[in-house]
């Protein structure tokens, strides 16, 4: 795809229009929707099958896969086959902080990692392998140094990822984990830079509750390359179910940033990662958890 053609499509999907320093969300071109899925080890099942299974019977779609799953291609085909079930994310993570480490070696070896999950994720047809660049302790680099070593990595990788029917999707995650990418602004920004339909990014509902000051403008300035979601409550379990742990506090809301996802056309996958609320059964606990969420998408988007 020509870099110009990626701009158009790409912008008219999100329902944004690019000002100078800025994103303006507009009337998509398709109202977005609420493609529920989860993580792999979230699901209850003794086998892969099982687990699809279950998804299925509980109205969801979208499967999510750890690390690089390239010994298991054709089990996880042979998974899906006949089912609505698609592959959504491979969460591969930072690979130590290999990409940006300062050892040329061990830089070029991350780097060759993350084009091989690359490859997985497009024989997969998923939608992209995520990326942290670092945890905390990872890197000894500072955010300036860090930006200049991703754009000067980024561009190969987006090459590859695109050749492959992949694309790389950059993790903003909460201060607790990591003193770089904290908001989805960032990873925007980085996103702009490259300027590449192989770099993109996503949200994660739990982070963002801790970094962002509003879901949906996050969402909003993220949207040209938004294409993967990740969903927990406020203490990472399964949403909706804050109030076991603290019930003093209130519950998560996700309607906020469900308005923004409906208004920008979102058509991507949201994704269970979290923990069960002790003494919950996850075969009740989560079609509970995909009802609460269906409700609030309801409540963003009536009328
Ligand atoms: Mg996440």
Redesign the pocket.
Known sequence: MKRRHFLQTGLIAAGAVALPGRLIAEAPTKPGVLKLGSQEGRLPGATLKEKVANLEKWGASGLELGGDPSSRIAEIKEAIKGTNVKITALCWGSCKGDLVSSDAEKRKAGIEALKKALNTAGELESTGVIFVPCFHKQSTLTPDELDKVLQEILPEIAEHAKKAGSRVLL?PLNKGETFYLNRIEQAAAICRKINHPGICLMG?F??MAKEEKSDSEAFTTGAPWLHHV?LASRVRWLPGQDKLKEPDQPERSFVDGFRALHRIGYQDYCSL?CGVARGTDPLEAIPAAFDFLRRQWTEATAG
């Open positions: 993790e994660d739990y982070h990740h990662e």
